[in-house]
């Protein structure tokens, strides 16, 4: 459960080399210029692949996948039309903005400087409707609005009293987050290291359980890990093992009781019991969805009982491989955790107001490892904090952004659509200009 294209596709099969000193001239070489301008046929298919991309690019990402990202982009944005910019960084890398017929996507380049000159490394790091490139906040808010399905959303300055808001969309409402749930998790860490009740060094010791998929899936029992590679993993790149160890070892109870604390408005206790990654697997996957048709039909107090019972005792291996591969929504509104675009604003806050000083320092490091908007944007603030989720039919992102004047805004949009998969990019492309348009 993540966030495509939130902070970049995974289209890159060579790290960029650093940029070349700002007070030397860089000039572009033919090959790379060459290749920049023909990046629009590349991802249409005009030019085969084996001859724009080097082996290298094509053993790291095989055609099928290339095609994959490049469909989630095209369906948000239209066919590429031209190169609309290209900033050298060396000879044969460069940052570029493409055109399509509904907007822009920008990233990175890299071309082999070797004959003959195929393109080693590629980077998408974020994309833009058109429709957004000259909004206002207002117009990215309308746009939202207008997605099918059900959306949320919430801009507000943090102020001593709480979000002042500046704009918003049925921000009151409740809906799935996906992975952002471990916001609340990262919350009761934050509460206990405070209290002193636990230490960002403190160890967990694996016990061979089950987990999801992730980092320590596949680590033997005895390993030990400290609640801070926990946390950060959980966080940046949304470990769903990771979560579901630091689920257990924080404790369930712990983490419900920090719903209304941060803030989560939930009043029809659909986040009670509150779900670990596996056990949402199993409850989604297993025996066509029978557990879950089970927990639907529960109370809180059947729904524990399906946990300790039926849920833990499914083997890992009954859920069905193919989980999610169709863009089929699965249960999205029973099955998952759930918040108001206002309910993430006030937990944005908690975090903010608990983690002041040196001693936040250790969770304001967590928050900000992956900011989960495009490098460009993200500059034009002072600190970035981010968490996001997607599965088919549910977006989020959530941000916490602290201007380079000192002030505090948040910003959490969501979107469900229980008849169809969402369009990811689209979705990033607005919530990217909110942030950019945000920024003082």
Not at 182 to 208: F, H, N, P, S, Y
Not at 298 to 325: E, H, K, M, T
Not at 337 to 365: C, H, I, K, Q, Y
Request: net charge neutral; no cysteine.
């Amino acid at each position: 459960m993540g966030v495509a294209l939130a902070t970049g596709t995974p289209l890159a099969a060579q790290e960029a080399p650093a940029p070349a000193p700002e007070a030397q001239a860089v000039t572009a070489s033919p090959e790379l210029r060459q290749r920049a301008e023909a990046l629009a046929a590349a991802i249409t298919g005009n030019i085969p692949y084996d001859r724009y991309f080097a082996p290298s690019f094509r053993a790291a990402i095989p055609e099928a996948a290339f095609r994959q990202v490049r469909d989630q982009l095209t369906g948000g944005l239209g066919k590429p039309t031209r190169l609309e910019a290209l900033v050298v960084r060396t000879p044969h890398v460069a940052d570029f903005r493409l055109g399509f017929e509904r907007g822009t996507a920008v990233g990175q380049i890299v071309v082999d400087p070797a004959a003959p000159h195929l393109v080693t490394g590629l980077r998408i790091t974020g994309s833009e409707p058109r429709e957004a490139s000259e909004a206002s906040i207002q117009a990215v808010v309308e746009a939202i609005r207008a997605l099918p399905g059900a959306t949320g959303f919430a801009l507000a300055r943090l102020e001593d009293g709480g979000p002042v808001p500046l704009a918003a969309h049925d921000p009151a409402m409740p809906l799935a987050i996906g992975s952002t749930f471990k916001l609340v998790i990262l919350a009761e860490l934050v509460r206990a290291t405070r209290a002193g009740k636990r230490g960002w060094d403190d160890m967990v010791t694996l016990d061979g359980n089950p987990l999801p998929g992730g980092g320590y899936t596949g680590k033997p029992a005895g390993t030990r890990v400290s609640l801070r590679e926990l946390a950060t993993q959980m966080i940046s790149v949304s470990d769903n093992s990771a979560t579901d160890i630091l689920l257990r070892a924080l404790g369930r109870d712990k983490v419900e009781a920090m719903l209304p604390v941060i803030g989560i408005h939930d009043a029809r206790g659909r986040n009670v019991p509150f779900l670990g990654t596996l056990e949402a697997f199993k409850l989604k996957g297993v025996e066509g969805g029978a557990l879950g048709r089970q927990w639907e039909a529960a109370d809180v107090a059947g729904r524990r009982a399906l946990l300790d019972g039926a849920v833990a005792q499914a083997p890992v291996s009954a859920i069905p491989p193919s989980l999610f591969q169709d863009g089929k929504p699965i249960r999205i509104a029973t099955v998952e955790w759930f918040a108001s675009a206002d309910d993430l604003l006030r937990v944005m806050d908690w975090l903010r107001r608990n983690t002041e000083g040196p001693a936040g320092a250790e969770a304001r490091a967590v928050l900000s490892k992956n900011p989960g908007i495009a490098p460009a944007h993200a500059a034009r603030w002072g600190w970035v904090g981010y968490k996001g989720g997607s599965e088919p039919g549910v977006i989020n992102m959530t941000l916490l952004m602290r201007a380079k004047s000192g002030g505090w805004v948040a910003m959490a949009g969501s979107w469900n659509n229980p008849q169809a998969a969402i369009d990811e990019a689209r979705f990033v492309g607005l919530i990217n200009k909110a942030a950019a348009l945000a920024a003082p």
